[in-house]
């Protein structure tokens, strides 16, 4: 798997998380179509993990932090559409203090 791959970088932010971002838009339109497959890979990551997602305070987004294969994950479905993404993630970036090469999109 390539998040397994990914994961065992040495790249490594300052307080040792990863953002896992599934981008995706929001209502029924979009619910089962192509363009939210990012966000049913979150969902499909939180489920395996047995966690459940939580608004964020600070950003437009439902996080999951938790660990996989050992490393600090936060998983990440942004709450906008996928071109207004990067505010909530530049956002969560900031907040868990992570470096761009520790996100995954």
């Given at each position: 798997?390539?998040?397994?791959?990914?994961?065992?970088?040495?790249?490594?932010?300052?307080?040792?998380?990863?953002?896992?971002?599934?981008?995706?838009?929001?209502?029924?339109?979009?619910?089962?179509?192509?363009?939210?497959?990012?966000?049913?890979v979150?969902?499909?990551?939180?489920?395996?993990?047995?966690?459940?997602?939580?608004?964020?305070?600070?950003?437009?987004?439902?996080?999951?932090?938790?660990?996989?294969?050992g490393?600090?994950?936060?998983?990440?479905?942004?709450?906008?559409?996928?071109?207004?993404?990067?505010?909530?993630?530049?956002?969560?970036?900031?907040?868990?203090?992570?470096?761009?090469?520790?996100?995954?999109?």
């Amino acid at each position: 798997m390539h998040l397994q791959r990914n994961l065992q970088s040495n790249t490594v932010s300052e307080n040792g998380a990863w953002l896992v971002v599934g981008l995706g838009n929001p209502g029924p339109t979009y619910a089962s179509t192509r363009h939210n497959i990012g966000a049913m890979v979150i969902d499909e990551l939180v489920l395996q993990n047995s966690e459940k997602l939580t608004r964020h305070k600070r950003a437009l987004a439902d996080v999951c932090e938790t660990r996989i294969n050992g490393e600090q994950v936060v998983l990440v479905k942004p709450l906008s559409y996928m071109n207004e993404s990067g505010g909530p993630v530049k956002a969560l970036a900031k907040f868990y203090k992570v470096s761009p090469e520790q996100i995954i999109v």
